[in-house]
């Protein structure tokens, strides 16, 4: 205690523990748990992604081999590939849940509208996570998923091709297409989550988060 | 009679947040120290002989430098490494087999004919032709290789 003291008495962290965890909330139901459930998630895909890297190589002749070596050979490697491979589906459906518990409560309208914004922003984000990440083991699911996926993308009007050729790096995909993948697997889009996270955060805090509607409303 | 200091709701709330807590990045922090660690806990794999050439070739009194390729594993990659072992023998019958890696640092030695010694350019080592330390910073003789002799070939035990 006389070292949270000391602490307290130079960083004022108590008052931003109150007002993160002390913070008033209305009567709500465990709906409202889903917001909490995807950033847990979203943790551990940090936690289990920064150790992936450890021994992951995103090249084609090393890629396929170096998830073997995680999966098969590695003390609870198995468990890490794991927890990243189940929970990048949870992160999406979680996702997805919480929007749709939002949407249906009404609670993005007034004053919650950049809540919402940065929350729809985090959604495409962990959307891209989904598809970038598909790639990285480099088997032959990941290869023809992210085939057609780019694919997908050449249909757009006028600058189809175009889109196509930039995801991928190139006509093919190529060891190109696996290192920008990687690269915005675990750069990019981590700092976009993170930088969405902390405005969606500051603001549940800042606003507060809304009431169940009752029937007069 | 002591007084009971009664377990409040969010007492018990707040000690169960911190329970699971903790349990839960235990559940993830030791696999995650076993994950890291575990790869430097793996044994050598099993050594077997090696064969480096023909004793025909070895200079009696004068250490000859010996290469064989070796496979080996490490992580995902098997690769192709080569091994220089420095073969010495008085009487063409007792074979002595050193490996070229200075036991100071790990740099290569070099055996120096004029001078009848390994010299280690990284820090000055210096062995004599036995592998014994002569000079320079290295705390013991060159490892040696178990050695066998078969139909004139010379053999290590080394992987």
Known sequence: MRVADWLDERLGWRRVWEAIFLRKVPKVN??????????????NQMVTGILLTIYYVPTPDQAYASVQYITTQVPAGW????????????????????????????????????TWFTGVGLLLVVIGFGFTGYLLPWDQKAFWATTVGTRIASVTPLI?????????????????????????????LPVGLTALLLVHLYLVIR??????????E | MSE???????????????????????????????????????????ETWIALGSTSKVELGTPTLFRARIQRQTGWIVNEEELSVYVLTQDARD???MSNIC?????????????????????????????????????????????????????????
């Open chain 1, 79 to 114: 468990l890490i590939r794991g927890l990243h491979h189940w929970g990048a589906s949870a992160m999406v459906v979680l996702s997805v849940l919480h929007m749709l518990r939002v949407i249906l409560h009404g609670s993005f309208k007034f004053p919650r509208e950049v």
């Open chain 2, 4 to 46: 009971e200091k009664p377990i409040t709701r969010r007492s018990f709330l707040a000690t169960a947040v911190w329970a699971i807590g903790g349990l839960i990045s235990a559940g993830l922090g030791i696999p995650a120290i076993a994950y890291l660690i575990g790869p430097a806990l793996r044994s050598r794999a099993a």
């Open chain 1, 30 to 43: 465990w709906l409202y748990t889903l917001g909490s459930a995807t950033l847990f998630v979203a943790v």
């Open chain 1, 207 to 216: 606003v507060g988060i809304s009431a169940p509607p009752g029937p007069e």
């Open chain 2, 95 to 97: 074979y002595t087999a």
């Open chain 1, 160 to 188: 189809g091709d175009s889109l196509m050729r930039i995801l991928r790096g190139g006509a093919e995909l190529s060891a190109v297409t696996l290192a920008r993948f990687f690269g915005v697997h675990i750069w990019v």
């Open chain 2, 103 to 159: 036991t100071h640092l790990g740099c290569r030695v070099r055996w120096i004919a004029d001078r009848g010694e390994f010299y280690c350019p990284c820090h000055n080592g210096v062995f004599d032709k036995a592998g014994q330390v002569v000079s320079g910073p290295p705390p013991r003789p060159l490892d040696r290789y178990e050695t066998r002799v078969e139909n004139g070939q010379i053999y290590i035990l080394g992987g």
